[in-house]
């Protein structure tokens, strides 16, 4: 069964700093991978997602993720982190040929002035 | 784009009383539909999804239940509430394997 392991459950880290964030999945099949941002009270906006292609996706706003399929990995840069990244952080896994999305515990990032 | 309504926004309610949340979804047809519900430090746990009218599958066994009556209607509802059912409720739509659209939630407390 698929399922996802998000290690670090808070990210304290100052402004301008490089952050990653871990993501591990564990799955038989092939898998479409997601990372969903969320704000104090609102529901999940997507921020990347990797369904096939090129390993490395990137975001609007600076973020990037990259596809390891030997480590069952999808962890999420960002080379230069800003306050109001400050956010939970939720990575997602679809099995194909399912509909179900399975998400991590969820990393709490928050931003340092 | 997908857009999901939901309502209310929060909502208190005593124990032993009924529940029912409803989700919508407008820019989509024939979409699949999912309700999360989120704990604090638990991330988000699937409770069931919809892959047509009709068509619900519980992932876990609870004190809820949810219906959908019509192709971009999601209810979830509950006979009696238990303290433990108190959370922040999520709805969901996507199609095949892309990714899925949330709602803003209902964070529901039970007292």
């Known amino acids: 069964a698929q399922s996802v392991t998000q290690l670090d459950s808070q990210v304290p880290v100052f402004e301008e700093a490089p952050v990653e964030l871990r993501c591990n999945y564990s799955?038989?099949?092939?898998?479409?991978l997601f990372w969903y941002v969320q704000y104090p009270n609102q529901g999940l906006q997507l921020l990347l997602k990797?369904?096939?292609?090129?390993?490395l996706v990137e975001s609007i706003n600076g973020f990037e993720a990259e596809f390891n399929k030997s480590q069952t990995s999808f962890h999420l840069r960002k080379p230069s982190v800003h306050i109001s990244d400050t956010a939970e952080y939720f990575c997602?896994?679809?099995?194909?040929?399912?509909?179900?999305?399975?998400f991590g515990t969820g990393t709490r990032l928050k931003v340092l002035a | 784009s997908q857009t999901i309504h939901q309502w209310p926004a929060t909502l208190v309610q005593p124990v032993g009383s009924p529940l029912s949340l409803e989700c919508t979804v407008e820019?989509?047809?024939?979409?699949?539909l999912y309700w999360y519900r989120q704990a604090a430090g638990r991330g988000l746990q699937l409770l069931f999804y919809?892959?047509?009218?009709?068509?619900i599958s519980s992932e876990v066994p609870q004190n809820l239940s949810a219906s959908r009556p019509q192709d971009r209607q999601f209810i979830l509802s509950s006979k009696k509430l238990l303290l433990s059912d108190s959370g922040f409720y999520l709805c969901?739509?996507?199609?095949?394997?892309?990714?899925?659209?949330f709602g803003q939630g209902t964070r529901l407390t039970v007292v």
């Open positions: 997602a896994v679809s099995e194909t040929g399912t509909y179900k999305y399975i």
């Open positions: 799955s038989s099949v092939s898998v479409y």
């Open positions: 990797y369904l096939s292609g090129s390993t």
């Open positions: 820019g989509t047809s024939n979409p699949n």
């Open positions: 919809s892959v047509g009218i009709g068509q």
């Open positions: 969901a739509c996507g199609q095949g394997n892309t990714e899925a659209f």
